[in-house]
């Protein structure tokens, strides 16, 4: 993730080809594609941009997936897209990820647009931390680029930027943040280290990295859940998610909730597409569904087993921090809340009370209004029902954030969830 034109599919592009994922004739295919029409140092993100409006423009609208693997482990890539309008599918792929990789732009001046207010560095990292990314690999690209030629002053000046940010932001540069210089293009420092070009960096190179980093445990023994990101119709209806808890296998019998729709899982497919007979929390799988039609499903809904099904609501408290927001903020207020692949239109129909940040400790007055910096728990109704979980009790399915006007306007969680008729 990062601001457009970081080079994020460039670099995801490079990632496939340098472990074998995209074959030379390909890519050959690509740059000549490229060349005609006039794009030639793009042709490696169209390994990712495989929409032709996406090629035209060169830039990524939905969260680009591919599928990679080293000697180690398997990956999945979620090439988010950067430009402020896709927002909400930025959403959707953070919400999917492990580990988030922030791709930016060493190049002069393209670095500060994507850093000031309204460029997209500063809102990327807020949702991943609220989509649940807690550590980050910050790629500064482009080194190659003829402003920067590798230049450590250029380096050490991104960094002094950052870190007091991404401190703001809830990560612990020390141990939450690992930086590397790095060039997506031609590929320094991705799966090798290049020394001569960059003789003062020591660290290990970007997939050196990503396999010694140990994953987040797996609660793979709890209730299943998997919230559904996208479905379509082929032979059937399936649908694709990530599990957030739990284990499934072929022909389970799970609940679609809200509807309380049973269903059978007839078939599971990996991310290479092959058939598997069972996967376990963790795992982006697609599976096709039997007796439930396409047109029943919207994404958000999410399956689950029948003896103990993920809770439904239209009523919720949650804690609230508000991000960005001019005016202040009262009862009544209207916004679109997004959780997990969700998105449901909401009122704050009461604020109960405010959180000094300091201490932590709640007012016994409910405040009449907030305003940006504070945080708050409110009262949360949504137009239709949600399946949501308290934050203590599964994150995944707890965290969100409010936007409003195509901003990100505040980040919560999931603090108790009431019963319709309360």
Known sequence: ????????????????????????????????????????????????????????????????????????????????????????????????????????????????????RGGQTREHTMLAKTSGINKMIVAVNKMDDPTVEWDK??????????????????????????????SGFTGANIKECDRKACPWYDGPSLLDYLDEYKTADRKLNAPLMIPISEKYKDMGTIVVGKIEAGHIKKGQQVMIMPNKQMTEVSAIYNETEEEIEHAVCGDNIRMRLKGVEEDEITPGFVLCSKKAPVRTTTVFDAQLAILDHKNIICAGYTAVLHIHAAAEEITLSALLHLIDRKTGKKTKRPPQFVKQGQKVIARIETAGPICIETFDKLPQLGRFTLRDEGKTVAIGKVTKILDNSE
Not at 5 to 17: E, F, P, Q, V
Not at 84 to 97: H, L, R, T, W
């Open 153 to 182: 002053s250029r380096y050490d000046e991104i960094l002094t930027k950052l870190t007091p940010f991404l401190k703001q932001t809830g990560f612990n540069p020390k141990t939450d943040i690992h930086f590397m210089p790095l």
């Open 1 to 116: 993730m990062g601001h457009v034109d970081a080079g994020k599919s460039t670099m995801g592009g490079n990632i496939l080809y340098l472990t074998g994922m995209v074959d030379k004739r390909t890519l050959e295919k690509y740059e000549k594609e490229a060349k005609d029409a006039g794009r030639e140092s793009w042709y490696l993100s169209w390994a990712l941009d495989t929409n032709t409006e996406e090629r035209a423009k060169g830039k990524t609208v939905e969260t680009g997936r591919a599928y990679f693997e080293t000697d180690k482990r398997r990956y999945t890539i979620l090439d988010a897209p950067g430009h402020k309008n896709f927002v909400p599918s930025m959403i959707q792929g953070a919400s999917q990820a492990d580990i988030g990789v922030l791709v930016i732009s060493a190049r002069k001046g393209e670095f500060e647009t994507g850093f000031e």
